[in-house]
């Protein structure tokens, strides 16, 4: 490991020790007294719930089995709370609550008793003992906006002993989450929680002060995450989904109280939107770059159709560091940036170049995608480079990520310096040359890629090579080997047709033809980690280049009639 290397690693290491300290400081004796205080007589409103509904899963958890986080627990009359649990991921979202919405499609006199009766048991497990992933600040936090949302179904015909349990239990997860707020680790975990608070200061009775000082915490997390081009700091496409799920209702709280909205929430509302439609493909997916996961169509229509914004999508997102090459029918994003800090790093991906390319209703090249439920190795897998659309050197990762589990999974070295500029031609083409330096300290390399589309967007051009870190070629007796890597959508049949072409085929016949006449294409066994069922099979095409013998290749895709 290089001196720098082990300087910035000294760096995270004592930041995060001071993370902790500040923490234990601000909560103190960990105890039900610490936090104790007086409940609320009532709740005055319950905010809009975005999220999508599923009569299904409302029957299975009536019925005592929770399909969760890809598993199912069956509860065969006992409480979910006293089981073992299937997974993390599992238990996350069990004492996240959100599975309360699926509630609003079951019948009400089923629906309310049987969410009182685990609110209930959630409480006496675990109501007064602070610890565990129940009382994680982004648990706490999601369970505190479930809890006022889905009040509705869970106090209607509720006596009224239970109505003061449940709002003392919430008053206090609320007064414990203002505690460690500040002490919460960077980025979208952070905003939430604050987003929560401001929610509960609405919903429950507080001072104008206290609405005051909430939307204030608010304001200045929005202004520190949502970038002015509307990308989120941790860079990934998925979150400003799942922020505007949330944003929107508490925007809509604010009107219909009367109180005023913090002044950020608003406008960066009005940013989120753009940059949300940047990712979107042409048949409505959103991309998958640095951690982003399977979208539900129904959340992005939900939500899409608050979009008060209008115009084309960007061609680029400059602070978030994303590219947008688009004619016809025809998308290429490209990743041509790298994360804003190391803390922001926790989900991000070694997959620095990478591409996605779509046409019509369906994507063609890919990025392996985050799975959305799987443990720690698989996630890890998912980060690699060589899961994603980009040229890999010796099969290792353009940038190294932490196993620390003190650090958490970070980005912790590799990819330093990204250059990139777009260049557009008279007829309407546009193209991008981009660069990082992501191999230059372990093999004194740097990777170029070019990235060409004409005007009909039925053609993609393009180069890939390798350079010293001085600009020049690599001496012939450089024995590097690098592999660049096209990872196709599972829904796309793939023909080989000799070994310089192969055929893409998407189910309505739609054809494109990947050609490179300067070495062989390889399909080869892949998995596809977005996949809505889970992680599953698929193909690449791998095309291999000895840096020595060949720093360069070109390929090209064309659009072709079935």
């Known amino acids: 490991m290089r001196f720098s290397d082990r300087r910035r690693l000294l760096y995270l290491y004592l930041r995060e020790g001071w993370r902790r300290f500040s923490r234990r400081l601000a909560v103190g004796r960990i105890s039900a007294l610490r936090f104790a205080g007086s409940a609320p007589t009532r709740l005055i409103v319950a905010p809009t719930d975005l999220h999508s509904v599923d009569s299904h899963a409302a029957e299975e958890i009536l019925a005592g089995r929770f399909p969760l986080a890809g598993r199912v627990l069956e509860c065969d009359g006992e409480s979910p709370f006293s089981l073992e649990l299937p997974s993390e991921p599992f238990a996350e979202r069990l004492h996240a609550f959100g599975w309360l919405r699926h509630m609003r499609a079951a019948p ?22 602070i610890g565990g992933v129940a009382w994680r600040p982004d648990v706490i936090s999601l369970r505190i906006i479930a809890w006022l949302s889905h009040s509705p179904v869970v106090l209607k015909d509720a006596d009224y002993g239970f109505y003061r349990r449940f709002l003392k239990t919430l008053a206090f997860q609320v007064r414990y989450l203002k505690h460690v707020a500040d002490t919460t ?108 996961t399977h979208t539900l169509a129904n959340e992005l229509i939900s939500v899409l159709r608050y979009d008060e914004t209008s115009g084309p999508p960007f061609r680029t997102l400059p602070q978030t560091g994303y590219e947008r090459l688009s004619c016809g029918e025809t998308v290429v994003l490209v990743d041509a940036g ?14 620095c170049l990478s591409f996605e390319m779509s046409s019509g209703k369906h994507r063609f090249v890919v990025n392996s995608g985050m799975p959305r439920f799987a443990g720690a190795e698989i996630r890890r897998l998912s980060r690699a480079t060589a899961a994603h659309s980009v040229a890999t050197l010796n099969d290792t990762s353009s940038s190294r990520i932490s196993s620390s589990r003190f650090l958490g999974p970070i980005l912790t070295g590799g990819v330093t310096e990204v250059k990139a500029s777009r260049y557009e031609g008279q007829d309407g083409a546009t193209g991008l040359t981009a660069s990082h330096d992501g191999y230059a300290g372990d093999f004194g390399l740097i990777y170029e890629r070019d990235i060409y589309l ?17 600009g020049g070629a690599p001496q012939p007796s450089n024995g590097d080997v690098a592999v660049v890597r096209f990872h196709i959508h599972p829904s796309i049949r793939i ?68």
């Open 495 to 562: 023909v080989p047709v000799g070994e310089n072409e192969v055929r893409l085929v998407a189910p309505d016949g739609e054809l494109w033809v990947l050609t490179c006449l300067d070495a062989p294409i390889l399909e080869e066994e892949d998995v596809f980690f977005a996949d809505p069922s889970g992680v599953r099979a698929a193909r690449q095409l791998a095309v291999t280049m000895r840096v020595g013998d060949l720093p360069e290749i070109q390929w090209l895709m064309t659009h072709r009639s079935g």
């Open 185 to 292: 680790r960077d980025g979208e975990i952070r905003l939430r929680v604050r987003i929560a608070l401001a929610m509960a200061s609405l919903a429950m009775p507080a001072s104008a002060a206290v609405i005051r000082r909430a939307a204030r915490n608010l304001d200045r997390e929005l202004e520190r995450q949502i970038l002015p081009d509307g990308g989120h700091v941790s860079r990934n496409p998925r979150v400003g989904l799942d922020l505007l799920l949330d944003l929107l209702p508490l925007r809509q709280t604010y009107v219909n109280l009367g109180h005023d909205s913090p002044q950020r929430l608003i406008s960066c509302i009005d940013r989120l939107y753009p940059a949300l439609r940047f990712f979107r493909h042409q048949g409505g997916e959103l991309a998958l770059f640095n951690g982003a």
């Open 108 to 129: 009400a006199d089923k629906a309310g008793p049987f969410a009182r009766r685990i609110v209930d048991e959630w409480t006496q497990g675990h109501g007064r003992v």
């Open 338 to 351: 790298k994360p804003l800090s190391d803390e922001l790093s926790a989900t991000a991906s070694a997959g």
């Open 454 to 470: 004409n005007a009909k967007g039925n053609e993609i051009r393009g180069r890939e090579r390798f350079l010293q870190t001085n």
